[in-house]
């Protein structure tokens, strides 16, 4: 088994860092690679990607056509392809629309959402991998959210939509907690540097829940402060920011553990990652 394939069945990121190397020696260097937020809706990301010295661009998750149509002509670049992480109209409601502009264009998703996300061309299973741009893409299944959700894995990125979020995670709509926690703890695993690229800009209400849950943690108060004084995005974050900041990555710390009372102290990862998904779900900043 090479170190790719260790990757795909969940190893640690050991696997992931040769995996890394072995691409950079493959494909060159990661510098060069342009990633681009879209504002798109009230609070959602659609990301450009592109590489220097081409005009052919790939989107993530075109949860409008027009705001996407528009930075593609600023920036003279040419829809090539679409990848979607979930079948949520807010983050594919713009597909239909840009595949009639762009006659045969190619737009993935799982396999389990060829049938709920209107013109995929691919279903991709885990762990499948896909060449575009130049650029080698992992499918990364993470049910939870969804029980289709998609995390697209690219050289030191990976695209979340609405499984990981900037300190906070999707709702459970389709999967249970045990898939939830299990999804996020892939996506932990990924290297620290790797930079998260996530659907929505919920930042600054996931960090105040985060620092309710966890007082003392000084790497919730800096990172809030730096969210409230940004005016863009705050994405993207790095997987390491997240395992510092994110409680739903953190259902191992007794911190948290505590937080939610004495009878957490003992529980399972799952009871912890539950609770919490529950006390998020009703919190008001
Ligand atoms: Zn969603």
Redesign the pocket.
């Known amino acids: 088994m090479d170190c790719h394939t260790a990757f795909l069945q969940g190893r640690g990121p050991q696997s992931v860092l040769k995996l890394t190397r072995a691409l950079r020696a493959i494909f060159g260097s990661l510098s060069g690679v342009n990633i681009e937020p879209v504002a798109c809706l009230s609070d959602n990301f659609a990301y450009l990607i592109w590489h220097d010295g081409t005009r052919k661009a790939l989107v993530v998750d075109p949860s409008e056509a027009a705001p996407v149509q528009k930075a593609l002509q600023q920036r003279e670049l040419e829809l090539c392809a679409i990848l979607c992480t ?1 079948h ?1 109209w ?2 594919v409601g713009g597909v239909k629309e840009l595949c009639e502009g762009h006659a045969g264009l190619p737009v993935f998703s799982s396999d389990h959402d060829v049938t709920r996300i209107e013109g995929v061309t691919r279903g991709l299973a885990d762990g499948e991998s896909f060449e575009q741009l130049g650029l080698r893409f992992e499918s990364l299944k993470v049910p939870g ?2 029980l289709g959700a998609l995390a697209y894995f690219v050289e030191d990125a990976v695209f979340t ?2 499984t990981l979020f900037g300190a906070g995670c ?1 709702r459970l ?1 389709e999967g249970t907690p045990a898939q939830m926690h299990a999804s996020l703890m892939r996506l932990s695993a990924l290297p620290g540097s790797t930079r998260v690229y996530f ?1 929505h800009e919920y930042t600054r209400a996931n960090l105040a829940f985060a620092r309710s849950i966890e007082p003392e943690n000084g790497a919730v108060h800096t990172r809030l402060q730096r969210a409230a004084a940004t005016k863009n995005g705050t994405t993207p974050s790095t997987i390491e920011e997240e395992r510092a900041t994110n409680p739903f990555l953190r259902c191992a710390e007794l911190s948290v553990r505590a937080a939610l009372g004495e009878g957490f102290v003992a529980a399972s990862e799952v009871e912890t990652f539950a609770e919490l998904r529950r006390r998020k779900d009703s919190f008001r900043a």
């Open positions: 979930h949520h807010d983050h959210h969804t939509g609405d999707g709509f659907g």
